[in-house]
């Protein structure tokens, strides 16, 4: 045991292995008794691969680069594909990321075959959430079109694809099932009988998170979509996802009691203050999905999540065993067998499939290894600190590990605040060797939940509303700080961070507080009113009206939350580029330059602000990287600028770290 000062602790875990482990398994299903999902390939441009698994185990990548399985509907994407066996062999259908378009593939018969058309216009043609319905010859999807160049020329349909081929270049040969009288659809969920569709719509300026409604619809023998009639949801109450039981009732997860709980034909079927849904960053997320035997597979908890199996009768629950304490929201079922996504503070996310005949839970993909010793990683404290107004902030805290080194007494650790995106999102408790890159040099993390977030019910999430960049701001403020009064961080040696929204109340926390000693800004939100007003992309361009306000008159939408003689000075009271003066901190500004939801405008305006001001920062932006950086030599540039970057302000000795120049 040697001891060295905090942040000088050599680590095994270094950028580049931290990067090779970033994201996740996602999007779970099956192709006749196979599973198969999306995987992350960071060293392979950040593209996302297509894997299965045999029957014998063996794992292998269907399809090979530069193929990437990613959709861009409403840029966060959702669901890329779907599967099924004919005549033996997998037949899949999925998104390409290069050109948006719908493919075909069968094992053994050659390369992926387009099924869609491109278009010029715009963002041109995307889509999500397929479904085969091979009795009908098509594939059933979520269609989103751009109708002009601006982000929001854009409608969003239920539309049909021949799987023939026939609409490869023919746009009038897609069908169209609905118009496009709703802004935001999901894809719809077919009935057992075939005879009914249910899915998903919300408009401006509502988030999917504010409020919903349910459509259903029948379905005539040619597959022509009746009229549709909505059955639940509203402007006030969020559904989240909707689907069948075998015995042909709807199922569908609403917070109209505050918390997202499972619903069957408007009953609930397990009322409790947990969350059996969340918010619908992307389509074709599921929280829950039905099982032949009428058990209902769900994701659920409080702040965190677990896999169980839901007798709808009784209301109980019984969990999946093992070591995971975390659970994506995909399920796919198949028979008795129910297949997810888990991970935990000590691994990393998991393909784990679950017996529901024998209650036998193992992970059958993407297995967790542990690179470096386990000891190594941080050992995480689960936390509820008092926000200023009195109110519960919930925490993760990371404190400084490492197996082979102690700091000399006298001296708490250096802290770094980690703010997540969305902001209507949480961070979950597992396995991050980004994190763990820090705590193991001697750097302490604190991921705050802070109001707003989901996960704890909706009057939490409601926090936030009108007050992002004041709630946000204090109550990371109130967990660094409170960790500083009980001697657990140094209290000259904080620091804050995060992306996308997260990078949004880093930079506000920067401009509007003394709390921290710098800062590490990732593709930010930093005008409010340039965002708002044209800068981002439809699916968030009035996010802001319930965040902060409705926009000042040259804006667009319409007051419904505040009055107008009160709202319009918000827009630029709480943007960091309107305050870039009282930026004193050194900072580190990160950007992807093809981001289309923070865009690098903003970055530049800030910077603007901040000419001849003399205060220490670097701006880094990568070509080739969106929002949301993918591959591993951005990562690696990112984690090691950033470790430098608090090595000069906290005066730290990392050894092996390039050092990040700092303009003035």
């Not at 003399?614 to 993918?630: L, M, T």
Request: aromatic residues 8%.
């Amino acid at each position: 045991m040697r001891t060295l000062a905090y942040g000088s602790w050599p680590s095994p875990i270094d950028a580049a292995l931290a990067a090779a482990h970033d994201g996740r398994p996602e999007y779970v299903g099956f192709v006749g008794d196979e599973a198969w999902w999306t995987e992350p390939r960071p060293t392979e441009g950040g593209r996302r691969t297509l894997v299965r698994r045999r029957a014998d185990g063996v794992e292998e990548s269907v399809l090979a680069a530069p193929w990437n399985v990613r959709s861009r509907v409403v840029e966060y994407g959702g669901q890329p594909w779907a599967g099924t066996v004919v005549d033996g062999r997998p037949l899949v259908v999925f998104v390409d990321f290069a050109d948006q378009r719908l493919y075909r593939y069968e094992e053994g018969g050659g390369e992926p075959r387009p099924l869609t058309p491109l278009s010029s216009v715009g963002g041109g043609l995307r889509w999500v959430e397929p479904q085969l319905r091979l009795e009908l010859g098509e594939v059933w999807c979520v269609l989103e079109e751009f109708t002009g160049e601006g982000p929001t020329d854009v409608r969003r349909v239920l539309a049909a694809v021949p799987l023939d081929g026939s609409a490869a270049e023919d746009r009038d040969a897609v069908r169209e099932l609905t118009d496009d009288r709703h802004r935001f659809v999901t894809g719809a969920r077919i009935s057992p009988d075939g005879r009914r569709a249910a899915w998903v719509a919300w408009d401006h300026p509502r988030m999917p998170w504010d409020g919903t409604e349910l459509l259903v619809a029948d379905v005539g023998a040619d597959g022509a979509l009746g009229g549709p009639r909505t059955v639940a949801g509203g402007p006030e109450e969020s559904i989240a996802q909707v689907d069948w039981a075998a015995d042909g009732r709807l199922l569908y997860v609403s917070d109209r009691g505050g918390w997202w709980n499972l619903y069957r034909e408007g009953e609930p079927l397990c009322p409790r203050e947990e969350e059996f849904g969340g918010p619908l960053w992307k389509l074709g997320l599921r929280w829950f999905a039905p099982l032949e035997t009428g058990l209902v597979a769900v994701v659920h908890g409080r702040g965190s999540t677990a896999l169980g199996i839901l007798d709808p009768e009784t209301g109980e629950i019984v969990d999946a065993a093992g070591p995971w304490t975390e659970f994506a929201p995909t399920l796919a079922v198949s028979g008795e067998r129910v297949v997810s996504v888990g991970a935990s503070p000590r691994s990393a996310y998991e393909v784990v499939e679950l017996d529901t005949r024998t209650g036998r839970s193992r992970v059958i993909g993407a297995a967790h290894d542990d690179a470096v010793d386990p000891a190594y990683y941080p050992e995480p404290q689960i936390r509820t600190f008092t926000g200023p107004a009195g109110d519960d902030v919930h925490a993760h805290i990371y404190p400084p590990h490492n197996p082979g080194c102690v700091a000399p007494g006298g001296t708490p650790p250096p802290y770094v605040v980690w703010a997540h995106g969305g902001p209507t999102d949480r961070a979950p408790l597992v396995l991050d060797l980004a994190i763990a890159y820090f705590t193991s040099r001697g750097i302490g993390v604190a991921e705050v939940n802070y109001g707003g977030s989901s996960g704890y019910g909706r009057e939490y999430r409601n926090r936030l509303r009108e007050q992002w960049g004041v709630v946000d701001v204090e109550d990371c403020a109130a967990v660094g700080l409170a960790l500083a009064d009980e001697g657990t961080a140094d209290r000259d040696r904080l620091a804050i961070r995060g992306g996308s929204a997260g990078g949004w109340t880093t930079a506000a926390s920067l401009t509007t507080t003394d709390v921290y000693a710098c800062g590490t800004i990732l593709y930010p939100i930093l005008d409010l009113e340039g965002w708002g007003t044209g800068e981002t992309h439809d699916f968030e361009s009035r996010y802001l009206e319930t965040l902060v306000g409705p926009p000042p008159p040259s804006g667009r939408g319409a007051p419904h939350l505040a009055s107008l003689a009160e709202v319009p000075g918000r827009y630029a009271e709480r943007s960091p580029a309107a305050h870039a003066d009282r930026l004193t901190v050194p900072f580190l500004l990160l950007q992807g330059l093809d981001d289309v939801i923070c865009p690098p405008a903003q970055c530049e305006r800030f910077l603007a602000c901040m000419e001849g001001r003399r205060v220490p920062h670097a701006y880094i932006a990568f070509e080739g990287e969106g929002h949301g950086f993918r591959r591993s030599e951005t990562m690696i540039r990112v984690l090691e600028s950033e470790l430098s970057l608090y090595a000069q302000v906290f005066g730290l000795n990392p050894p092996g770290i390039p050092k990040l120049e700092l303009a003035k």
